[in-house]
T-cell receptor
């Protein structure tokens, strides 16, 4: 089965630094998503992306976050100035189409630790 | 707004025993409901979903779940646990046609004892 790939698997950064989390969605997919999971808490929707623009975003996705599809394969999440509370597992997902019957494919996540 | 409550952050069963993972939801409109599984060091994988129609839905790996509107529940069951079922399980609800915007529960860690 095709996979969504995320790199790196672990990222350690200093508070205030910028980080870029990378995702390679499945090649024929058109809809892309980022989620985060703070340790011990639930998975939270951050943002969805389609046709080279954000389609929806949550309250969590404030001005310090941005997403980009810089080329035909990568989908990135940038955190401009990391805070301690940004420490979490970040998941990327993609789907071919949108809708409740559409299957989401998740990556294995990037564990971000902000020191 | 919708929400999901998973009762029991940890569930432990013996191999061969019934698995029951509980999920209750809150939604002001008819919900779409999902169960995901997360194996160690892997991403979330869809087990099954309820959108419309038959309230008993069957998923992969022998799991099934029943949508009970009167109880606002969508509990996940499997008749006989296998060691390979040990993982974290997430219930999710969406009232949006975009499944990507689902609200997830806190997760339940399933341990299977030999």
């Amino acid at each position: 089965e095709p996979e969504v790939t995320q790199t790196p698997s672990h990222q350690v950064t200093q508070m205030g630094q910028e980080v870029i989390l990378r995702c390679v969605p499945i090649s024929n997919h058109l809809y892309f998503y980022w989620y985060r999971q703070i340790l011990g808490q639930k998975v939270e929707f951050l943002v969805s992306f389609y046709n080279n623009e954000i389609s929806e975003k949550s309250e969590i996705f404030d001005d310090q976050f941005s997403v980009e599809r810089p080329d035909g394969s990568n989908f990135t999440l940038k955190i401009r100035s990391t805070k301690l509370e940004d420490s979490a597992m970040y998941f990327c997902a993609s789907s071919e189409r949108t809708g409740v019957n559409e299957k989401l494919f998740f990556g294995s996540g990037t564990q971000l630790s902000v020191l | 707004a919708q929400s999901v409550t998973q009762l029991g952050s940890h569930v432990s069963v013996s191999e061969g025993a019934l698995v029951l993972l509980r999920c209750n939801y809150s939604s002001s409109v008819p919900p779409y409901l999902f169960w995901y599984v997360q194996y160690p060091n892997q991403g979330l994988q869809l087990l099954l979903k309820y959108t419309t129609g038959a309230t008993l839905v069957k998923g992969i790996n022998g799991f099934e779940a029943e949508f009970k509107k009167s109880e606002t529940s969508f509990h996940l069951t499997k008749p006989s646990a296998h060691m390979s079922d040990a993982a974290e399980y997430f219930c999710a609800v969406s009232v949006d046609t975009n499944a990507g915007k689902s609200t997830f529960g806190d997760g339940t860690t399933l341990t299977v004892k030999p």
